[in-house]
Nanobody, 120 residues
Framework: QVQLVESGGGLVQPGGSLRLSCAAS????????MGWYRQAPGKERELVAR???????TYADSVKGRFTISRDNAENTVYLQMNSLQFEDTAVYYC??????????????WGQGTQVTVSS
């Protein structure tokens, strides 16, 4: 019913920047909260940032001041601008969205993940 496709991951040096994108498609009526999570090897998946449909944002303490989440409601897309990347930011980043589909059912959807590696 709903697909989330991430892009923009890759290899970057410490202090560098990356921009992740996640586009939602399918039988979408509306999208509520969209967010980014990450999971490092051997660790639990954790919230990085999320944004409501009206633009209210929440960030993990570890990324405040370095990452910025934004969205384009017309394109059903959420972005994560990551600056001043650190070794500890290395993880698989997953997009998540609360989607109301055309049947009015509520679906919590996940993307397939995109790898971000910070290495010198």
């Amino acid at each position: 019913q709903v697909q989330l496709v991430e892009s923009g991951g890759g290899l970057v040096q410490p202090g560098g920047s990356l921009r992740l994108s996640c586009a939602a498609s399918g039988s979408i009526f509306s999208i509520g909260i969209m967010g980014w999570y990450r999971q490092a090897p051997g660790k639990e998946r954790e919230l990085v940032a999320r944004i409501s449909s009206s633009g209210s944002t929440t960030y993990a303490d570890s990324v405040k001041g370095r990452f910025t989440i934004s969205r384009d409601n017309a394109e059903n897309t959420v972005y994560l601008q990551m600056n001043s990347l650190q070794f500890e930011d290395t993880a698989v980043y997953y997009c998540n969205a609360d989607v109301r589909v055309v049947t009015r059912a509520l679906v919590n959807a996940w993307g397939q993940g995109t790898q971000v590696t910070v290495s010198s």
